[in-house]
């Protein structure tokens, strides 16, 4: 039989089941009455050794000087690199490449390590290597990371992503974000010294200092925070009298400010405000408070009345004594109301002698 073997082809030639020589590019005759049998595969990418031992393959000078093979540890993985650019992460065992049209390169790279270094891989690369060998810690803006290694911690992280390998060692990460945080503590029911219940809604603006130390504390400072400020808040509401409280809304929250920071060291926290949102009262006490504000409103509004109508009287009198002592001022005040009376009058309708203008003087001025 007549084989034609391809430039980017080889041939395996076998007698009775046994490998006798590497073939290449050329004609070949086979007969199959002296057992002889030829497998023909390409020389491109990974070799396919037709179901023969690779030890028995490599044993032949032509097809070893041709391939590329190299054993992976269990602690490594090899990246495969084609003509010097990455292709491909390889895990298994072993790997066994053609090296005759292309240049195939395995680069081992132990994964026993912590972290991922460039020289080790470069960061356009790092999306090659599988997840469970690999662990991606991301640290926004704002934000800090506490790396933990094994359960032990290993340093703090700033903004940026980071590469750590995940096959030796248990790789895990805490974030803390350092921006200003706010909590609130809302619908807060507390009985005043009058026993009167009331609601209040409280704000909190925290920023957290040191996280390092604070994990060691806690694991939710907002919650300690909302715990302190309530029993604040009930030690203070419990000492006054709802009049007394509603009068002094400001002082409640210099009170909750002023003894919030001093655990500010404890906590790991600054804080930069604490204030009363809302002071909410029960609806009857409500509707009461409601009936004395409208009957103060009424009382002021009756009293500047009153105010307005002394005065007005008092001017009044004021404008009579100056016009019975002075006659040139009552004869003005008679023709500043004749004016007035004149603006509204549609006609005037003047009878008799004399012209319109000594009419109209007779009207304004008496007769002798």
Known sequence: ???????????????????????????????????????????????????????????????????VRVQIPD??????????????????????????????????????GAEITEAQVPAMYR??????????????????GLLYIDGRFEKQLASGTYFYWNYAHEVTMKLYSLKVQQLEISGQEILTSDKVGIRLNILCSYRITNPLELVQKTDNVGSLLYTRIQLLAREYVGGYRLDELLAQKEEISRFLLEQIRKLQDEFCVEILSTGIKD???????RDIMNTVLVAEKKAQANVIT????????????????????????????????????????????????????????ALALPKE
């Open 1 to 67: 039989m007549k084989y034609i073997i391809k430039a980017q082809e080889c041939g395996y030639l076998l007698k009775n089941g046994v490998l006798k020589k590497i073939l290449f590019a050329g004609r070949y005759r086979i007969s199959s009455l002296f057992g002889e049998e030829l497998k023909i595969t390409e020389m491109t990418g990974k070799v396919d050794s037709q179901g023969l031992p690779v030890e028995i393959l490599m044993e032949q000078p032509e097809f070893a000087s041709r391939v």
């Open 75 to 112: 602690d490594c993985i090899g990246f495969h690199l084609v003509n010097g650019v990455y292709k491909q992460v390889i895990i298994e065992g072993e790997a066994l490449y053609w090296n005759v049209f292309e240049k195939n390169e395995i680069r081992l790279i132990n994964v026993t």
């Open 127 to 144: 999306h090659l290597i599988p997840t469970r060998l690999c662990k991606r810690l991301v640290v926004g803006e704002g934000e800090t």
């Open 279 to 285: 002071i909410i009262l029960p609806g009857e006490i």
């Open 306 to 361: 009153r105010r307005e109508e002394v005065a007005s009287t008092r001017s009044l009198l004021n404008t009579a004594k100056l016009m019975e002592e002075n006659k040139v001022l009552y004869r003005l005040k008679e023709l500043e109301y004749l004016e007035r009376i004149c603006d509204r009058v549609g006609s005037i309708s003047l009878s008799g002698a004399g012209s319109v203008l000594e009419q109209l003087a």
